[in-house]
């Protein structure tokens, strides 16, 4: 059992909904990194079935399953896809130094348009510098569902994220977001690893729903300068990349996951679903 303090809150929760991603900097404490990057030098880790449960995998003393159990992972890893989830792959990924070339951007992996989602959690065992490329991010990019490699052609969007960090930092991802390993132009080896899990539970309030009421706000528009921290102003957060600025779409795909997350459904920002869930021609009464 998770004990509460390390489940995230309704406002992270609603930031992973609508950034597709969330970020802990230096979380991992360095004698697991230190392990960990000794483990990927003398040639890697050992893998396991797609389909087993996390809980069987990298017994002690894996470095790996030191940094996965750690509270502060479990309580991340249960708040957005339950209890013991299943292991569906993991990688090193590794940057060569001065490489020459970088990863065309992507998302993992075909076309998935489920409600219900997986998650990415990226490993950093060691500083990444923004010369060393890190990952790559368009936040706010997993509702537009590709198929892999689709937008590879492209090496740059407006509002992109690089991943510069230091040692021991993690990243966890929507597995829709569009991502890429950027060049590495030092003369190190970069080392980042993944691991994609799988939820086996309906994915319904998972996190510390203590907030939930308090956090969820006011559905009144959100005026330009206006700071507002609640549920509906995180899900009407604007990335850069949207159309008009306004991204009415993104949003309102945001509200859907929402809903889907917490059973309200009736959650809004603004009218914007609820309009579209209008349907006069389906009432028998005449006016
Ligand atoms: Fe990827």
């Given at each position: 059992m998770i004990e509460k303090q390390y489940l995230l809150n309704s406002r992270q929760v609603a930031e992973f909904v609508a950034r597709g991603f969330l970020r802990f900097d230096e979380l991992v404490p360095d004698e697991i990194n230190q392990a960990a990057m000794t483990a990927f030098d003398a040639g890697g880790i050992q893998s396991y079935p797609a389909g087993t449960p996390l809980s069987q995998c990298y017994p002690e003393p894996s470095p790996i399953g030191r940094m996965l159990r750690m509270p502060e992972i479990q309580g991340i890893i249960h708040s957005l896809v339950?209890?013991?989830?299943?292991?569906d792959h993991h990688a090193i990924h590794v940057r060569q130094p001065n490489e020459g070339k970088a990863q065309g951007m992507h998302g993992d992996s075909i076309i998935d348009t489920r409600m219900h989602f997986d998650i990415q959690i990226m490993y950093f065992p060691h500083d990444v510098p923004l010369e060393m490329g890190g990952t790559l991010l368009v936040p706010g990019s997993q509702y537009r569902r590709i198929n892999e490699m689709d937008i590879a052609r492209y090496q740059n969007f407006v509002g992109q994220i690089p991943m510069v960090c230091k040692a021991g930092s993690i990243l966890v991802l929507h597995h829709g977001i569009w991502h890429c390993g950027r060049q590495n132009q030092t003369d190190r080896k970069r080392y980042m690893y993944k691991i994609r899990l799988n939820p086996r539970?309906?994915?319904?309030?998972?996190?510390?729903?203590?907030d939930l009421d308090e956090a969820k706000g006011e559905s009144q528009p959100i005026f330009a300068g206006e700071k507002r921290s609640d549920i509906q102003a995180i899900l009407a957060q604007r990335e850069p990349w949207f159309e008009d600025g306004e991204g009415r779409l993104e949003i309102v795909n945001r509200i859907k996951q929402w809903r889907f997350l917490t059973g309200d459904d009736n959650f809004d920002v603004h009218y914007w679903l609820t309009r579209l869930e209008n349907m006069p021609e389906n009432r028998l009464e005449m006016a």
């Amino acid at each position: 059992m998770i004990e509460k303090q390390y489940l995230l809150n309704s406002r992270q929760v609603a930031e992973f909904v609508a950034r597709g991603f969330l970020r802990f900097d230096e979380l991992v404490p360095d004698e697991i990194n230190q392990a960990a990057m000794t483990a990927f030098d003398a040639g890697g880790i050992q893998s396991y079935p797609a389909g087993t449960p996390l809980s069987q995998c990298y017994p002690e003393p894996s470095p790996i399953g030191r940094m996965l159990r750690m509270p502060e992972i479990q309580g991340i890893i249960h708040s957005l896809v339950g209890p013991d989830p299943l292991f569906d792959h993991h990688a090193i990924h590794v940057r060569q130094p001065n490489e020459g070339k970088a990863q065309g951007m992507h998302g993992d992996s075909i076309i998935d348009t489920r409600m219900h989602f997986d998650i990415q959690i990226m490993y950093f065992p060691h500083d990444v510098p923004l010369e060393m490329g890190g990952t790559l991010l368009v936040p706010g990019s997993q509702y537009r569902r590709i198929n892999e490699m689709d937008i590879a052609r492209y090496q740059n969007f407006v509002g992109q994220i690089p991943m510069v960090c230091k040692a021991g930092s993690i990243l966890v991802l929507h597995h829709g977001i569009w991502h890429c390993g950027r060049q590495n132009q030092t003369d190190r080896k970069r080392y980042m690893y993944k691991i994609r899990l799988n939820p086996r539970v309906r994915q319904y309030r998972l996190w510390n729903t203590d907030d939930l009421d308090e956090a969820k706000g006011e559905s009144q528009p959100i005026f330009a300068g206006e700071k507002r921290s609640d549920i509906q102003a995180i899900l009407a957060q604007r990335e850069p990349w949207f159309e008009d600025g306004e991204g009415r779409l993104e949003i309102v795909n945001r509200i859907k996951q929402w809903r889907f997350l917490t059973g309200d459904d009736n959650f809004d920002v603004h009218y914007w679903l609820t309009r579209l869930e209008n349907m006069p021609e389906n009432r028998l009464e005449m006016a």
